[in-house]
């Protein structure tokens, strides 16, 4: 593979193995998160944008050897753990306050043999690292990214935002919004969400003629 998967999930959001759909856009994703064997010096970034399913990946990855998992924000500058399999999420967010703490845990893992996978919206070449040895050692990382949705994914996605909330829309508008919307993961969210607290808001159906007004305004 050429140098170059958040906590805040809403309530009964599926994020089991067997919810995770693969398409062209995150198929290499998911198939190095499956063998973390394959990753040079055993450590990987899952690289995508908001809402593409890096955390979900992660969680699966974390149901796969019960890693632990911390969140780059929350990490204590004297963070230490035994743990052989660790997951850092939203590394973009790393305090410069805890850079030497995660120095310290890549290097840890390293000689001992230990697994690291990291998530973030972006490369390690774009994070603002101040700490010259940790900068050079994430840019040595594997990256490996989800790409923008392509039909597929898109289809699926819409569909899961609205399980997750425990609604089955008809084929015809999750067509619709396929055509109408950006093709991102943040749109997706974004006019599902909308969708939802309209009906919510004025009692009438999740349906094309919904979605259409709230598209043309």
């Known amino acids: 593979m050429a140098d170059q998967l958040t906590f805040n999930w ?17 198929a290499q994703a998911f198939a190095m998160l499956t063998a973390p064997q394959s990753w040079p010096d055993r450590k990987l970034v899952v690289a995508g944008p908001k809402g593409c399913g890096k955390s979900h990946l992660a969680r699966i990855f974390q149901i796969q050897t019960d ?36 120095f310290h845990l890549h290097n840890h893992l390293r000689n001992t043999g230990g697994t690291l996978l990291m998530t973030a919206q972006t490369a390690p070449t774009r994070w603002s690292i101040a700490l010259p040895d940790l900068a050079s050692r994430m840019q040595a990382t594997t990256v490996t990214q989800i ?12 569909m899961k935002l609205f399980s997750d909330r425990q609604m089955m829309p008809k084929p015809a508008l999750v067509q619709y919004l396929m055509t109408r919307i950006e093709r991102s993961f943040a749109a997706a969210a ?24 709230l598209l043309d305004n």
């Open 10 to 26: 809403p309530t009964g959001v599926a994020l089991g193995p067997n919810d995770f759909f693969v398409s062209g856009a995150n």
């Open 67 to 102: 890693a632990l998992t911390v969140d780059a924000g929350s990490l204590a500058p004297d963070f230490q753990t035994d743990a052989k399999f660790v997951i850092v999420e939203d590394m973009e967010n790393l305090p410069q306050a805890s850079e030497e703490a995660m």
């Open 147 to 158: 790409d923008n949705p392509d039909d597929a994914l898109l289809s699926a996605l819409i």
């Open 190 to 213: 974004d006019i599902v969400n909308q969708l939802d607290d309209a009906a919510l808001t004025t009692g009438r159906k999740i349906n094309k003629a919904l979605a259409a007004d």
